[in-house]
DNA sequence: AGTGTGATTGTTCGG
DNA sequence: CCGAACAATCACACT
């Protein structure tokens, strides 16, 4: 069944002009990251498909069969996403603030002030997942 | 030549 | 609180 989609929704391509100086993207979903793998597996065993539909079909099936244990790292990576995401809505909005001081909609001669994260840089990217034990029916 | 479309689900923001 | 929009991808079709 063809699911009735909600109109037509204007994807901002290459026409509209990005009004933010920099946005910051959507972290992918566990969906997407999980999809970034099975899209090569896909395309591997299906070269001949092309249509990224099929890949879609075809990995939104597929995970609707993991079971949540699967789907644990590809939420957990998807978790971290956000939590990056997170910190870069904290930068935007801050930007946000800060460029509307600047100037609204002129834009001249901008140099591109700005960035400085400082990353951290330590890290320690541990990924302890406690196990619970999902029993799966 | 260039860009929109198609399809999946999840996540996120705004009103 | 709910809805709408948008995240990647990639070949093809249309303007």
């Known amino acids: ?4 989609k909600a109109v037509g929704k204007s994807k901002a391509k290459a026409g509209k002009a990005a009004k933010d100086p920099n946005k910051p993207k959507r972290p992918p979903s566990a969906f997407f ?9 896909f395309k591997k065993e299906n070269p001949n498909v092309k249509a990224v539909s ?7 099936e597929k995970w609707k ?3 949540a244990a699967e789907k644990a790292p590809y939420e957990a990576k998807a978790a971290k996403r956000k939590t990056d995401y997170e910190k870069l809505m904290t930068a935007y909005n801050k930007k946000q603030e800060s460029a509307a001081d600047e100037d ?3 834009e001249k001669s901008k140099s ?3 960035e400085e994260s ?3 840089g330590g890290d320690d990217e541990e990924d302890d ?3 619970d034990d999902e029993d799966d029916d």
């Open 104 to 106: 609204e909609e002129s």
């Open 65 to 67: 069969s993991l079971s």
């Open 118 to 120: 400082g990353q951290e």
């Open 33 to 41: 990251v999980f999809l970034e793998e099975f899209r090569k597996t």
């Open 54 to 60: 099929a890949v879609g079909k075809a990995g939104g």
């Open 112 to 114: 591109e002030v700005d």
């Open 129 to 131: 997942e406690d196990d």
């Open 1 to 4: 069944m063809a699911p009735a």
